[in-house]
């Protein structure tokens, strides 16, 4: 006979399992995946650092070269000139159809010198253009005896005068004015210069010729002194 209060025996309930959320199991293939990804995005990290390195290189050098070209063109532009050459009085220092640069403002900052091949507008005709070499200054006296050039009775060196170009022939003497310049091509039987048309006012003197482009084989500066070289 069962006792009221006798109390049955509890029946163990077996512990609660507690089952994580799917979304916190890490398992062992997932974390070896991760690793793998960081293992690839590190690679891929270092091989894209070089090319992006010379993208930048690139583009520094692209920029600089831009500056260069447009300095370059502003030079050009505003303080050389390009023209060419048309004629033979100027053999042997330029050739028919020769490139040259021409500076238009060195004779802002410097005189006029004997010796200087400048480009100036034809006294008897400003819509054309000669170039020549200076031979007389203002106020000085020339004089040609048999092809040699004297000036306040002195000779003048002329080593950018051929001897197959000379001309023997007699001239002057004369004066130079003021603010003018007697002027001279260096193939003097083959020249139309101020023997023919006079002394060149320095007002219609631009230019000094200072370089020489094309062809490649007259490529090189123009010197004042020294053109039997070329």
Same mark, same amino acid.
């Given at each position: 006979?069962?006792? &009221? ?5 509890? =029946?163990?309930? &077996? ?34 650092? &070089? ?15 831009? =500056? ?44 006029? *010198? ?48 051929? &001897? *197959? ?66």
């Amino acid at each position: 006979m069962e006792r &009221p209060d006798e109390k049955q025996p509890a =029946i163990p309930t &077996p512990p609660d399992t507690h089952v994580p959320a799917s979304s916190s199991v890490v398992t062992f293939s997932q974390l070896t995946a991760n690793v793998r990804i960081g293992q690839s995005d590190s690679t891929a990290a270092e091989r894209l650092a &070089p090319l992006h390195s010379l993208r930048n290189e690139i583009r520094v050098w692209t920029r600089d070269l831009l =500056i260069a070209v447009g300095l370059a063109l502003v030079i050009i532009v505003f303080l050389y000139q390009p023209v060419k050459v048309e004629g033979t009085s100027m053999a042997p220092l330029l050739s028919d159809q020769e490139r040259i640069f021409i500076n238009k403002f060195v004779y802002r900052f410097e005189p006029i *010198q004997r010796g200087d091949v400048v480009v100036f507008w034809y006294p008897l005709d400003h819509s054309k253009s000669f170039i020549k070499r200076v031979v007389g200054l203002p106020g000085e006296a020339v004089e040609i005896r048999q092809g040699a050039v004297y000036v306040n009775g002195k000779i003048v060196p002329e080593p950018y005068v051929p &001897p *197959q170009y000379e001309d023997l022939s007699d001239f002057g003497p004369v004066r130079v004015p003021k603010d003018n310049y007697f002027v001279m091509g260096d193939h003097r039987i083959s020249s139309n210069d101020s023997r023919v048309f006079g002394p060149v006012a320095s007002r219609f003197i631009y230019g000094r010729a200072v370089f020489a482009y094309w062809p490649v084989d007259h490529f090189g500066s123009l010197s004042t002194t020294e053109a039997n070289t070329k």
